[in-house]
């Protein structure tokens, strides 16, 4: 049986009509222009539009933030309200995920707007590294302690074997290194003080 592909005028409007906003969307971001950005996803650019070599547009706008001289903040917000993927869609090897970025640029606004929509606090880089790995190693303590408190997982490793507190200890990041040690040892911690208080 064939099935019937035809589609009505009005959904072939539809679709063309997004399709024109993705382009508006994809090209403003590319181009600092944040006002037709924003004007694109509000009328009817879909948020987890991808460019040509298949990048999502917060991937994107993450990329060219940068707060003193190409200050997407409003957009990257308004594209996780819209329903963004704070992950960055599908993810790829290739793409550097949206939490990276964030921390690369030491923006825990935009940190914490991630977090709050949702973004995977262990996904990986290609080298096996996770966000906290990388606050670790950067001495980037308050990003250090908002993945920690969003449920990061110390323990993990990267594709060289080390964890975030062996990172910290290499880069000399003292701070870093004591954050991550209280953090691993407060189980043990909180057993003690319990097996203490029991008669």
Same mark, same amino acid.
């Given at each position: 049986?064939?099935?019937?592909?035809?589609?009505?005028?009005e *959904?072939?409007v539809?679709? &063309?009509?997004?399709? /024109?906003?993705?382009a508006?969307?994809?090209?403003s971001?590319?181009?600092g *222009? =944040?006002?037709?950005? $924003?004007?694109?996803?509000?009328?009817?650019?879909?948020?987890n539009?991808?460019d040509?070599?298949?990048?999502?547009v917060? @991937?994107?706008?993450?990329?060219?933030?940068? &707060? =003193?001289h190409?200050?997407?903040?409003? $957009?990257i917000?308004e594209?996780?309200h #819209?329903?963004?993927?704070?992950?960055?869609?599908?993810?790829?090897?290739?793409?550097?995920?949206?939490l990276?970025? #964030?921390?690369?640029?030491? *923006?825990?606004?935009l940190? /914490?707007?991630?977090?709050? &929509?949702g #973004?995977?606090?262990? @996904?990986?880089?290609?080298?096996?590294?996770?966000?906290?790995?990388?606050?670790?190693?950067?001495?980037k303590?308050e990003?250090?302690?908002? $993945?920690?408190a969003?449920?990061? *997982?110390a323990?993990? /490793?990267?594709?060289?074997? /080390?964890? #975030?507190?062996?990172?910290a200890i290499?880069h000399?990041?003292?701070?870093?290194?004591?954050?991550?040690?209280?953090?691993?040892?407060a189980p043990y911690a909180n057993a003690?003080k319990?097996?203490?208080a029991t008669?």
């Open positions: 049986m064939i099935k019937n592909t035809h589609i009505s005028h *959904d072939a539809a679709q &063309a009509h997004r399709i /024109r906003q993705n508006r969307l994809i090209f971001i590319y181009h *222009d =944040q006002i037709t950005a $924003l004007d694109a996803l509000a009328n009817g650019a879909t948020p539009a991808c040509a070599d298949g990048v999502p917060l @991937v994107a706008a993450l990329s060219l933030h940068d &707060a =003193q190409n200050n997407l903040e409003l $957009l917000t594209l996780l #819209a329903g963004a993927s704070p992950d960055g869609g599908e993810q790829t090897p290739s793409i550097t995920p949206p990276a970025y #964030a921390l690369e640029q030491e *923006d825990t606004y940190l /914490r707007c991630l977090l709050k &929509a #973004a995977s606090v262990n @996904v990986r880089d290609t080298d096996g590294d996770t966000p906290l790995m990388q606050a670790a190693a950067w001495g303590t990003a250090l302690s908002m $993945l920690l969003a449920g990061a *997982d323990s993990l /490793r990267n594709n060289d074997g /080390r964890t #975030a507190l062996d990172l290499e000399e990041e003292r701070t870093s290194e004591l954050l991550l040690e209280k953090h691993l040892l003690t319990h097996s203490n008669p």
